[in-house]
């Protein structure tokens, strides 16, 4: 990855503690930031995985639909298509449209 500026460092640790108080957007945004090894972070599914669960269970719609996508993938977890359509639907009712999970930004 290209390496941070002091700023985004900054902004990245602020993610990264928010998202560890709980925080369920945070810990979406690190979630996405682990999957697509964006802010200098290598790429880790498990990671990914781990903060997209915490997320979801919050009942945050778009981890929720990124939690069926790994879910369908086999990213950071075993391919299950009846919990990828679980996930899917969660996220559906929760009001996530696909089109709101094409940015990722902090």
Known sequence: GVALSKE???KLKQVEIKAENNNAEAQWK??????KGLADVTEN???????MS??????????????GFFYEHGTGVKKDMKLANLYYEKAKKHGFKVSDNTQMQF
Do not use: R, T, V
């Open 30 to 35: 690190l979630g996405m930031i682990y999957f």
């Open 45 to 51: 599914d498990d990671d990914a995985f781990h903060w």
């Open 54 to 67: 915490k997320s979801a269970a919050q009942n945050y719609a778009p981890a929720e639909y990124m939690l």
């Open 8 to 10: 985004d460092h900054i």
